[in-house]
């Protein structure tokens, strides 16, 4: 019944879309609802299709006023379409300053704010861009009404392009159902899609959650955390779509086990201890058990037990070599938590060039060079507190600290541009990449996103409490009520 219903608002939207086909600006705004509202997975084919002809047969010369001209800039950058920043420079004055009157226009500054967050190094216009329309945004809030408040003030502490999907389109329904001129089918449509969504994934939940509690590491190992549901809402972020099931089963399983080993290396196990659990992983074979402690054990066996069922999955599908590329990355992640451990042991800070150096193979493409900095950076910026009290290898903070005897916030606002600037290497590579389809480039960039969700102001996956307690309860617990 829901599936049929479904199905036929479906249609109703594929008829809004063919409708706007002559009409970019309605097009446009088309699109964005449909991306914002979770369900453009559903028209991937048309919108690249619709994007592709706009690029083709428009330019910021079709439209006059900054939101339509940021929103062109944002989705068109968004789909990898290289449209110039120069697009803005027709809302400069003649000193090279944003025109004053902008700030009259909410909606305008608003959506060019979402747009700045699409800019690659060296764009120094939406570098401005990102600066005045802060400023002013938080200047108005106090003054502005619902729905436009709630916008801007969502907007300031999450940006669309660093959101995931998900939970941007749990809040944006709300905000979508507020505004008076929505449209009823497009809206319904969108919570019964995410609705059907969750159900999907609460059952592959609690499949997961099985596998889970018969190895029973809560009892068995009490020092690591536990983290079941937050390693799938991690997954989400990055594959929520239905045809991703077997993607998410196997990724969060591989990051349960990965945060189990994290702990031991960095909470539990001596340096002996760990010495013999990294040779067993450079190993990979059964007999390895026997030189492990027994709590050590139940870890390597459930981790051979994860990838041999992983690879069982990908031979029914020809994809048998992904796993050998992810038994190997593993190897490199172990060894990396080991020479950590070592590092710690024996006092050691290194150069913040070093660290990286380590952490980062050259090798790496780009773009994940720049999600790993993202990651490690995000992570001790907010973390390096809690992790030194615990006895922790000295973390991005520290080691920047030491290396250029600056004081810690010295060292957060360096660490923070070096991020931004990661965000922008992500957005190059997305931009101009030939060589990686899109989708792929995507997924990547979701982990990105993730990283930005989880981690900002806090480590939201070691003290998951209440802010990503609450990002579960919204994605995985509560529906959208259907009047």
Avoid at 206 to 229: G, M, S
Avoid at 308 to 328: F, H, P
Avoid at 341 to 365: I, R
Wanted: charged content about 25%; glycine content about 4%.
């Amino acid at each position: 019944m829901e599936q049929e219903q479904l199905h036929q608002l479906k249609q109703k939207v594929i008829k809004m879309l063919v409708a706007a086909a002559d009409k970019p600006s309605q097009m446009l705004n088309l699109i964005d609802g449909l991306q914002r509202l979770g369900v453009s997975y559903h028209f991937t084919t048309e919108i690249e299709a619709a994007l592709k002809h706009i690029y083709e047969t428009c330019d910021h010369s079709h439209f006059d006023d900054l939101y339509t001209v940021a929103l062109f800039f944002r989705l068109l950058r968004q789909q990898g379409f290289p449209v110039s920043c120069e697009v803005f420079n027709k809302f400069k004055n003649n000193q090279g300053k944003f025109q004053e009157c902008l700030i009259g226009d909410v909606v305008g500054i608003l959506s060019l704010y979402e747009a700045t967050h699409l800019r690659v190094r060296r764009e120094e216009i939406l570098d401005e861009a990102l600066s005045f329309t802060t400023t002013h945004l938080e200047s108005m809030v106090p003054n502005l009404s619902n729905p436009v408040a709630e916008h801007a003030i969502h907007a300031l502490n999450q940006p669309i392009h660093k959101g995931l999907t998900r939970l941007d389109a749990r809040q944006y329904i709300s905000f979508y159902e507020q505004d008076d001129s929505h449209n009823k089918d497009l809206l319904n449509f969108a919570k019964l899609d995410f609705n059907l969504l969750q159900k999907l994934h609460q059952r592959e939940l609690c499949e997961i959650t099985r596998w889970w509690k018969d190895l029973d590491f809560a009892k068995k190992l009490p020092f690591a955390r536990d983290r079941l549901v937050e390693c799938y809402f991690w997954v989400l972020g990055v594959y929520f779509e239905p045809q991703y099931w077997l993607a998410r089963r196997i990724l969060t399983k591989v990051i349960a086990m990965t945060s189990i080993i994290d702990d031991i290396y960095d909470a539990y196990g001596t340096l002996e201890e760990l010495a013999l659990f990294t040779d067993a992983i450079e190993r990979w074979e059964i007999s390895a058990l026997d030189q492990l402690p027994e709590y050590m054990k139940l870890c390597y066996r459930s981790l051979l037990d994860v990838y041999s069922t992983n690879d069982e999955e990908m031979a029914k599908q020809g994809g048998s070599y992904r796993v050998d590329y992810a038994k190997s990355e593993m190897k490199n992640l172990v060894r990396g938590y080991f020479e950590e451990a070592k590092w710690f042991h024996q006092g050691y800070v290194p150069k913040l060039a070093t660290k990286e150096a380590f952490d980062w193979v050259s090798s790496f493409p780009l773009i994940v060079e720049a999600v790993s900095t993202i990651t490690r950076l995000t992570d001790d910026i907010v973390g390096h507190k809690f992790e030194q009290q615990r006895g922790h290898v000295a973390s991005a903070v520290e080691c920047y600290t030491k290396q250029h005897g600056a004081i810690e916030e010295e060292a957060i606002a360096e660490l923070y541009e070096q991020v931004t600037n990661a965000w922008k290497d992500i957005n190059a590579e997305c931009l101009y990449s030939t060589k990686v389809p899109m989708p792929l480039l995507v997924r990547v960039l979701n982990l990105a996103r993730v990283i930005n969700v989880l981690y900002k102001d806090e480590d939201g996956y070691t003290h998951s409490g209440t802010k990503t307690k609450n990002f579960v309860t919204s994605v995985l617990i509560d529906s959208v009520p259907i009047n």
